[in-house]
C-alpha cells in the first residue's frame, strides 16, 4: 500500500491563481480530510468527506473547495490564492465509524503564496 | 470537543522512560483521548487512543487517571527517533454523519531526546 499520496510536495503561486492539491488513498478509507498547518501553529481542519459523494466544511474553509468523487481520491482547490493562504496542507483519510480509529496523514504539500 | 493542556517542551535522556503529561479538565463522559505525533515536518503519526483504561501498544502506553481529568503518554525506551511533537486530544466518538470525527490539534509538547 501506498498509504496516502499527496501531489505537488510544493507549489509557489501568485494572488489571484487557482489550483488543485491532489490527495489519494488506497486503503478504501471512508473518512478524509484536509488540514493547514501554519508555522509554529497545530493542524487545522478545512474540509472532510464521510464517503464518496458527501463532504462538509471544517472549521478553516474559506476559500477552499473540495470534491469526493471516488473514494480513493480527495483534492482541494484553492480558488483565487492569498498571501494567507501559505501554509502546509495534509491530508488524511480514516477507517470505521467516520475517521474514528487512527488517521493516516500523507507527507504534505508546501504552498507559498507571493 | 475538551480543551486540553501539555507543556510546551520536555526533554528526555536516550534509553529512558518518556511521559508525557495532558490535562483535559473538561472531559465528558463520551470523549476519548487521543495522542498523536508529528515529527519535524512530516505528517502526524497515529500512537494510541483510549476512554478509562489504560491502553499500550507497540509504540506507546496511555495512562488515564481515574477521573479521567488528565492523562499520561509513556513511551517506555525513548530514542533519538522519537523526537517530535506530541498531540494530546480530546475528541467526541464519532456519529455516523461524521460531523463528531475531526481532530483538533493545539500546539502539543516538544520532546526532545538527547544522548
Known amino acids: 500500500n501506498a498509504g496516502v499520496t499527496q501531489t505537488p510536495k510544493f507549489q509557489v503561486l501568485k494572488t489571484g491563481q487557482s489550483m488543485t492539491l491532489q490527495c489519494a488513498q488506497d486503503?478504501?478509507?471512508?473518512?478524509m480530510s484536509w488540514y493547514r498547518q501554519d508555522p509554529g501553529m497545530g493542524l487545522r481542519l478545512i474540509h472532510y468527506?464521510?464517503?464518496?459523494?458527501?463532504?462538509d466544511q471544517g472549521e478553516v474553509p474559506n476559500g477552499y473547495n473540495v470534491s469526493r468523487s471516488t473514494t480513493e481520491d480527495f483534492p482541494l482547490r484553492l480558488l483565487s490564492a492569498a498571501p494567507s493562504q501559505t501554509s502546509v496542507y495534509f491530508c488524511?483519510?480514516?477507517?470505521?465509524?467516520?475517521?474514528?480509529?487512527?488517521?493516516?496523514f500523507g507527507p504534505g504539500t508546501r504552498l507559498t503564496v507571493t | 470537543d475538551a480543551k486540553t493542556t501539555q507543556p510546551t517542551s520536555m526533554d528526555c535522556a536516550e534509553g529512558r522512560a518518556a511521559n508525557l503529561p495532558c490535562n483535559h479538565s473538561t472531559i465528558s463522559g463520551n470523549e476519548y483521548v487521543y495522542w498523536y505525533r508529528q515529527i519535524h515536518s512530516q505528517g502526524p503519526q497515529y500512537i494510541i487512543h483510549g476512554l478509562k483504561n489504560n491502553e499500550t501498544n507497540e509504540m506507546a502506553s496511555l495512562i488515564i487517571t481515574e477521573d479521567r481529568k488528565s492523562s499520561t503518554l509513556i513511551l517506555p525506551h525513548a530514542t533519538l527517533r522519537d523526537t517530535a511533537v506530541y498531540y494530546c486530544?480530546?475528541?467526541?466518538?464519532?456519529?455516523?454523519?461524521?460531523?463528531?470525527?475531526?481532530?483538533?490539534f493545539g500546539t502539543g509538547t516538544r520532546l526532545q531526546v538527547t544522548l
Open positions: 486503503m478504501n478509507h471512508e473518512y
Open positions: 488524511a483519510s480514516g477507517a470505521g465509524l467516520p475517521g474514528f480509529y487512527e488517521q493516516y
Open positions: 468527506s464521510v464517503g464518496a459523494g458527501i463532504t
Open positions: 486530544i480530546v475528541r467526541v466518538a464519532p456519529s455516523r454523519t461524521g460531523t463528531a470525527s475531526k481532530l483538533t
